[in-house]
């Protein structure tokens, strides 16, 4: 979403409290009960099925559930998953076709 010019975050009541958005623009800006307009970055889900959207500033942050990775989790982690880099070779999951990188370095090892 493109929130320039709009302040962040859920409505507040005269209260300071939270609450929902009563209306959503096309263009994925929240529309609170009293009328204003706040932004929602998280109204398009960023973070997908695999994580937890936070509206923060004109932005947002995902929190991951377990085995997904990423700044919009996006990336499953197979390091976790299976472990599967042996004899001391460091995991880095990424979104190639094996889902998974090993670094043989310092081991005597290679491998995929």
Known sequence: SDCAGFSAGPCKDAANACSDFVAFTDAGLGICADGSVKCNACGEAPCGSHGTC???????????????????CDTFDSCTAFDPCQNG???TSDNSD???????????????
Do not use: K, R
Request: glycine residues 16%; proline residues 3%.
């Open 54 to 72: 936070t509206n923060v500033a004109d932005t947002f942050t995902c929190a991951c559930n377990a085995l997904y990775l990423g700044a919009t």
């Open 98 to 112: 094996d889902g998974f990188t090993c670094d043989c370095a310092g081991t005597g090892f290679t491998g995929p």
């Open 89 to 91: 070779g460091t995991c």
